[in-house]
């Protein structure tokens, strides 16, 4: 009985040993084979990430510095790879952003909705600082200027006279803090006592590239008017124009000429002009496009626009100069192959090089009519492409496969040394920065293993995700 | 000279006139031979069909030559059309024709083709939301302002330097007078597009140019928001059908989009609202309403509520919608 017993002990130790061994086996062959990865080339198969009608929007828990792992892009033994891909530089809902830069740094200030408090973020380390606390409850919108020491907060205020709600913009000077808390104030940006008022109902406002100006829209009686405010000075606001169409999105250039879109919808043609407020011309530029949407470049002379087509919001190439030439007849405009909106796109201090959030969208959406009405969402993919060579477009993340997290870019921004893309996220307006990986050395042919087929794990990703 | 001569030089005189004043009406009014284009109104770079037709003139056995910017380009026999294509903006194209007839007889025309372009602009007199980015669209008896802005030598125009003639509908003329680039039409029934047309000359000069527009007619559009006293109005995020929220009040704003402005901003606006089909009260010019949570915190309360909108004005401006908001325990929300 004794040896059966230990015959039998026996045999039970082998066993377990062998599920050991199997289940051992098993886990080295899955680590194994997600670290091998695949080296990606540029000018890869698009990637989108894709639109969805009812799209979840997840909670942001804990601290303000969730962050991902970049796992399958990259030499993994790059140091650069230690800091997280995406960064979440506050949870809190922001009205506006600008990148301010200070001892050769960037960091980025941006206002909160939900007081108007002004911040500042160093978008490679996440530290923040809170730079006023004058307290502006329900912020819609906030621009910087002045090298972002002048802002402008929107909000809502009751009218008691017209019983409903007017916007109301504010131009506000941040001021140094005057005591211990090193926390500052606003300050009207004409004076305490200055009788300078801006209309209410100012429908929209745009400020120049190198923050010196501002534009604003106000509809007048026999259409629109567009003043000028100087943001360094104290100049009395300026009357540029008067238009008996009012229905503009403007965007104000240095010089003080002004891109002016109609607003859009879907199946609308839409037309964008620049303005010359010396000679009162306008000058047609991108012309008859559904759903047109428009952002050009700081000099005006490159402008970004998207066209509502059968197959998608479709992001093009304008340029005042001709593009190229076709059998002596010049070509001013230039298909990008990118489904996005302008407004997810930001230009590069270059000037040529641009960086967008780009989706799949689904059929029977309007765009850009039902995204601007908050009815459907994007879930983005970052690229980036310069103008000189539209047909190359590079891919650049995937938050979806960082860090299991969709955005809906809005408000981008790149920072002067492009190592950051700043933006916020329309699904709950919280702020991220995205660590622009380095770009990807060039596949030599000799590097190629012919012998080398793709898993259809490593297919799908060079083929990227189809809509659904 | 005896009275029988005289006469005879009358008749004379009278018969060689009626022989020869349709020639020289021929001859000094040369638009007995007139000339039209497709696009009627071509842009710069654009394939433009140019055809010919005359009613005094036997084109149909005619040799013709047709020369363009000096260069023959065509010669044949009743050949009244060619295609050509404009240049870029500021460029003319010279169109010129030789048409010898049967019996030997030349003339000669010139037509100038230049691109010009006339963008019609238009814009809506109907609500949409502060801060809105996206166009109002024109409903039911709405007013709908259209605006021409006309190039016809550069890119470049300053729209008070031209003379416009509207018409409305095709046949019913709305306004012409220098600088008028403007003029304000009412809209009919949802799905019936309104044309409106115009013709745009630079005073002058010859050139001319049309344009006609079709505008779409919608029907308005309800979406709600959530409004919360931190917050405000989450004009970018539209409330799902069914909402969940872990508070014990939520606050629901309408966006009554594409109802006509004026009607809204004043108050003439009917609002409906119901809870679980019971009537609820709304302020703030009836654009938001309440919910309270009547149950114990630990539970789940839901309330369906429905809203009716509709403009005694414009009665076809009209809509509804619903959402469910369930108030949730705390630990159950995601």
Known sequence: MDLEEKNYKKWIIIAIGIVLIAIIAVGAFLFLRNKSGTTEGTGGVLSFGQLGEDTTRDPITGNNTITGSSTQ??????????????????????????????????????????????????PATGETTQLTNTLIPRIYEAYFGNNGNTVILRHLTLNP???????????????????????????????????????????????????????????????????IISLVDKRTPKEIFRNSFSEWLPQLFDNGSILLTTKPSANILGYSYLYDPTTKIMTRLVREKNGLTTMAD????????????????????YSKDALSSEEGVNIYEQHIGLNTLPEKCTWAASGTTIYCGAYN????T??????????????????????????????????????????????????????????????????WSLRIPPPIEKIEDSNIDETTTLTPEELKDAVGTTAQ | MNIVLKKAILYIGVLCFLVASPGIAF??????????????????NTSVLIRMESFAVNLSSAKILWYVNKNLIKESVADTSLKVSTGDFGEETIIDVVIITANGNSYNKQFILAPAEVDVLWEAQTYTPPFYKGKAMPTYKSMVKVTAVPRFKSLSSDPSEYFYTWTYKQTLNIGKALGKNSVIVPMGFAGAPIPVNVEVSLPGTNWKGERYLSIPVFVPKLVMYEQSSLLGISYHHA??????????????????YFFSSDDVYAGNIAFKWYADRRVMPSDQAYLNATLEKTGKETDTETKSVTLSIQNPNRILQSASTQVTVSFTPEDNTQ
Do not use: C
């Not at chain 1, 969208?361 to 029977?364: A, I």
């Open chain 1, 366 to 431: 309007q765009i850009p009519d039902d995204w601007y009405q908050g009815l459907v969402s994007f879930n983005d993919s970052f690229w980036k492409m310069n103008t000189t060579d539209l047909e190359n477009i590079i891919y650049v993340a995937d938050p979806q496969k960082e860090i299991q997290r969709n955005f809906d870019v809005t408000h981008p921004l790149v920072d002067k040394d492009e190592k950051y893309m700043i933006f916020i996220d329309k699904n709950d307006d919280s702020l």
């Open chain 2, 239 to 256: 409330l799902p059908k069914i909402v969940e929220t872990n508070g014990t009040q939520f606050t629901l704003h309408v966006a009554p």
């Open chain 1, 161 to 227: 006279i017209l019983l409903r709600d007017v916007i109301t913009t504010r131009v506000e000077d941040i001021e140094e803090p005057m005591d211990e808390t090193n926390i500052g104030k606003l300050q009207n940006h004409f004076g305490v006592d200055s009788e300078v008022k801006i209309a209410d109902d100012i429908t929209f406002v745009s400020v120049s590239p190198d923050g010196k100006t501002m534009l604003y829209l106000l509809p007048v009686p026999d259409g629109i008017s567009g003043t």
């Open chain 2, 27 to 44: 001859a000094s009014n040369f638009d007995l031979v007139t000339f039209s284009t497709t696009p009627k109104t071509p842009g710069a």
């Open chain 1, 298 to 317: 700081e000099s005006g002379k490159f402008v970004l626009y998207s066209e509502n087509t059968p197959g998608g919001s479709s992001l093009s190439l």
């Open chain 1, 73 to 122: 892009n990259g030499n993994t033994d790059n140091p650069a790879d230690e800091e997280p891909m995406f960064r979440q530089l506050t949870p809190e809902s922001v009205a506006g952003i600008t990148n301010v830069v200070r001892d050769g740094k960037t960091y980025v200030r941006y206002v909160l909705r939900q007081t108007g408090y002004v911040y500042e973020v160093n």
């Open chain 1, 361 to 364: 969208n689904s059929k029977g």
